[in-house]
């Protein structure tokens, strides 16, 4: 038996009349679409062999470069439980390198797709953008920016970079979140390994200098003092170049980063520039600039980058040459000729912990100046117990103790009791975890306004104040309510059915 699909079908129909004298070779190599070299080829073949001559030859047969199951299947058993977030270019490499499996990549796609663990590309934008050149040489235009993401690990870190627009020369380092320190770290380390560049184009984020903090940006003072433009993009497309290098990183560094096991900052740091810019992105991602010259300049002698790249602060000195930074107190210390009070004195605070104090670019010595604090009521507290227990002692007489003092003797009896185990803190007062506070609402009637809560939970608190005092007369005002649905975590009525639904899955 043979099987043809409706154009075999319509080949052989038209062949069979060709040869029986009913269309012309002509004719049937256009109701075809083929050459009359190719008819005839048919009509021969249909002559020798009847109407198989339609099947191709290798019709049924593997290919001899066939790959086998064998490898299919560990390929794909790869794919499921260790390579299950890599993109199929980067799946490859990873397989000739680490596995020493090499495959075709539209049979790696193939088998993939079987199992349906194809990493899907983003959906491409539909608005039409008009495309703009690369600068013609590096160090006149850099872009720089933070991605928040699941680097590694179970919590979220941010990866600052800047970028060449010229080359794509990158330079990125791992942070906790995106901060006006992590920003001018990377562009301090940037300029000196390169030097000084011409601009720098950024989004309209507070951290740059934007609309929400415009002249009140770090990183905005520390590029006026470097001679470096600020330009601001209209849009996050308007700086493409930055935008999609983080596609980049999050597509490859990620899967990378899990294989190697990293699962801290300090790692991630060493193996993103120790590893994967120099071996990955260096050879494949950095192009060659229009023009061989370079715009860096040399950073000047009088210019030092540990006293630009920080965070600088100003606080006025008070007539006794003391300031306040941070809710502490400091007194400035070093040798003065004259009085600098009234004036202002900068702070800079850098990546190590503490600060430094510069007055017209000399540094101060400072130190915390240590005031006084008040006692708190359990200082106070514990203080009269310890002044009862002196009485005590001094009158060799408890009861005349107790009389003079107004407390009782077994008060007396208890807290020498308490000093003897725990010494004089054991005098702090407890307070008792189950203590209810004596308005607080019955637990009964609580868990009544719980249940009927849950019950309905559209219901707001004026509602169910009074469907209680009507059915099951309770008189608990909405406050009350109120208290109630805070304590247990059910103030919204979202709230109340997320709470309903965990306690229908429990039962």
């Given at each position: 038996?043979?099987?043809?699909?409706?154009?075999?079908?319509?080949?052989?129909?038209?062949?069979?009349?060709?040869?029986?004298?009913?269309?012309?070779?002509?004719?049937?190599?256009?109701?075809?679409n083929?050459?009359?070299?190719?008819?005839?080829?048919?009509?021969?073949?249909y002559?020798?062999?009847?109407i198989?001559?339609?099947?191709?030859?290798?019709?049924?047969?593997?290919?001899?470069n066939?790959?086998?199951?064998?490898?299919?299947?560990?390929?794909?058993?790869?794919?499921r439980?260790?390579?299950?977030?890599?993109?199929?270019?980067?799946?490859?490499?990873?397989?000739?390198?680490?596995?020493?499996?090499?495959?075709?990549?539209?049979?790696?796609?193939c088998?993939?797709?079987?199992?349906h663990?194809?990493?899907?590309?983003?959906?491409?934008?539909?608005?039409?953008?008009?495309?703009?050149?690369?600068?013609?040489?590096p160090?006149?235009?850099?872009?720089?920016?933070?991605?928040?993401?699941?680097?590694?690990?179970?919590?979220?870190?941010c990866?600052?970079?800047?970028?060449?627009?010229?080359?794509?020369?990158?330079?990125?380092?791992?942070?906790?979140?995106?901060?006006?320190?992590?920003?001018?770290?990377?562009?301090?380390?940037y300029?000196?390994?390169?030097?000084?560049?011409?601009?720098?184009?950024?989004?309209?984020?507070?951290?740059?200098?934007g609309?929400?903090?415009?002249?009140?940006?770090?990183?905005?003072?520390?590029?006026?003092?470097?001679?470096?433009?600020?330009?601001?993009?209209?849009?996050?497309?308007?700086?493409?170049?930055?935008e999609?290098?983080?596609?980049?990183f999050?597509?490859?560094?990620?899967?990378?980063?899990?294989?190697?096991?990293?699962?801290?900052?300090?790692?991630?740091?060493?193996?993103?520039?120790?590893?994967?810019?120099p071996?990955?992105?260096?050879?494949?991602?950095?192009?060659?600039?229009?023009?061989?010259?370079?715009?860096?300049?040399q950073?000047?002698?009088h210019?030092?980058?540990?006293?630009?790249?920080?965070?600088?602060?100003?606080?006025?000195i008070?007539?006794?040459?003391?300031f306040?930074?941070?809710n502490?107190f400091?007194?400035?210390?070093?040798?003065?000729?004259?009085?600098?009070?009234k004036?202002?004195?900068?702070i800079?605070?850098?990546?190590n912990?503490?600060?430094?104090?510069?007055?017209?670019?000399?540094?101060?010595?400072v130190?915390?100046?240590?005031?006084?604090?008040?006692?708190?009521?359990?200082?106070?507290?514990?203080?009269?117990?310890?002044e009862?227990?002196e009485?005590?002692?001094?009158?060799?007489?408890?009861?005349?103790?107790?009389?003079?003092s107004?407390?009782?003797?077994?008060?007396i009896?208890?807290?020498r009791?308490?000093?003897?185990?725990?010494?004089?803190?054991?005098?702090?007062?407890?307070?008792?975890?189950?203590?209810?506070?004596?308005?607080?609402?019955?637990?009964e009637?609580?868990?009544?306004?719980?249940?009927?809560?849950?019950?309905?939970p559209?219901?707001?608190q004026?509602?169910?104040?009074?469907q209680?005092?009507?059915?099951?007369?309770?008189?608990?005002?909405?406050s009350?309510?109120?208290y109630?649905?805070?304590?247990?975590?059910m103030?919204?009525?979202?709230?109340?059915?997320?709470?309903?639904?965990?306690?229908?899955?429990?039962?």
């Open positions: 038996m043979i099987k043809m699909d409706s154009k075999a079908q319509l080949t052989v129909d038209i062949v069979i009349k060709v040869a029986e004298g009913k269309i012309d070779i002509v004719n049937a190599a256009k109701l075809l083929k050459s009359r070299r190719t008819i005839e080829r048919y009509l021969k073949k002559r020798k062999c009847g198989q001559f339609v099947v191709h030859q290798n019709t049924g047969k593997s290919p001899s066939k790959s086998s199951d064998e490898k299919k299947r560990a390929i794909q058993m790869l794919i439980e260790k390579y299950f977030d890599v993109n199929l270019t980067h799946l490859r490499e990873l397989l000739h390198e680490n596995e020493g499996i090499q495959v075709k990549r539209e049979s790696l796609r088998w993939a797709h079987e199992i663990h194809v990493k899907r590309a983003k959906r491409r934008r539909s608005r039409a953008r008009k495309r703009r050149e690369r600068m013609e040489s160090g006149l235009l850099l872009q720089m920016d933070g991605s928040p993401h699941r680097w590694f690990g179970d919590k979220k870190s990866l600052i970079a800047i970028i060449d627009d010229a080359t794509s020369e990158v330079h990125a380092e791992f942070f906790e979140s995106e901060t006006t320190l992590g920003c001018l770290k990377v562009l301090r380390d300029i000196a390994r390169k030097g000084l560049f011409k601009a720098l184009y950024v989004d309209r984020a507070g951290i740059f200098g609309p929400k903090r415009c002249n009140f940006s770090q990183v905005q003072r520390a590029c006026s003092e470097l001679g470096i433009e600020i330009i601001f993009a209209n849009s996050p497309q308007g700086k493409g170049r930055i999609r290098s983080f596609d980049t999050q597509d490859r560094l990620v899967p990378e980063l899990r294989l190697n096991d990293v699962q801290d900052i300090d790692r991630a740091n060493r193996y993103l520039q120790e590893v994967f810019i071996s990955f992105w260096r050879d494949q991602i950095e192009v060659m600039s229009r023009n061989e010259g370079s715009e860096f300049t950073l000047p002698e210019l030092n980058l540990d006293d630009i790249c920080v965070v600088k602060d100003y606080r006025k008070r007539s006794d040459h003391t306040s930074y941070g502490k400091y007194l400035i210390e070093s040798p003065l000729k004259h009085s600098i009070a004036q202002k004195i900068e800079r605070t850098g990546q912990e503490g600060f430094d104090a510069y007055f017209a670019g000399r540094h101060l010595a130190s915390e100046v240590i005031e006084p604090t008040k006692p708190s009521m359990f200082d106070l507290d514990i203080q009269k117990k310890l009862v227990l009485l005590a002692k001094k009158l060799r007489n408890v009861s005349e103790a107790a009389r003079l107004g407390v009782s003797r077994d008060t009896y208890r807290h009791k308490l000093i003897k185990e725990g010494g004089v803190q054991a005098l702090k007062r407890q307070v008792r975890a189950d203590h209810y506070h004596q308005n607080r609402t019955d637990q009637v609580a868990s009544t306004v719980i249940e009927f809560s849950l019950d309905n559209h219901l707001g004026v509602q169910v104040s009074n209680l005092r009507k059915h099951y007369q309770i008189e608990l005002s909405a009350g309510v109120r109630v649905w805070l304590r247990e975590n103030q919204t009525c979202a709230l109340r059915l997320q709470k309903k639904e965990l306690l229908s899955a429990a039962i």
